[in-house]
């Protein structure tokens, strides 16, 4: 059964920093993409990063030199490190996950929020 549950949002002040995990099942290679996307309130779902299954890694413009996504395959978890945070990144953070079939099937987590105030 696919799984991917999120961990590690809240709030943080402008400036900080602060790591997303996303633990995945059965396995991180049972995809071939995975990513973290967010979400602002009145705004469109975009994708904030990515990382294929054989490590290329992709970025949004508005995150590039501050956020870093990696993993951890032991651990079946991709990480999302966030430094320099701005409150233009508050939003709710999805974990996405990438099966490329004809038809790609995507996999969501639960979200977590990630407000930035001070």
């Known amino acids: 059964q696919v799984q991917l549950v999120e961990s590690g949002g809240g709030l943080v002040q402008p400036g900080g920093s602060l790591r997303l995990s996303c633990a995945a099942s059965p396995n991180i290679f049972f995809f071939d993409s995975m990513g973290w996307y967010r979400q602002a309130p009145e705004k469109q779902r975009e994708l904030v990063a990515s990382i294929t299954s054989g490590g290329t890694t992709n970025y949004a413009d508005s995150v590039k030199g501050r956020f870093t996504i990696s993993r951890d395959s032991p651990k079946n978890t991709v990480y999302l490190q966030m430094n320099s945070l701005e409150a233009e990144d508050t939003a709710v953070y999805y974990c996405?996950?990438?099966?490329?079939?004809?038809?790609?099937?995507?996999?969501w987590g639960q979200g977590t929020q990630v407000p930035v105030s001070a």
């Open positions: 996405n996950a990438i099966v490329a079939t004809i038809t790609p099937r995507h996999y």
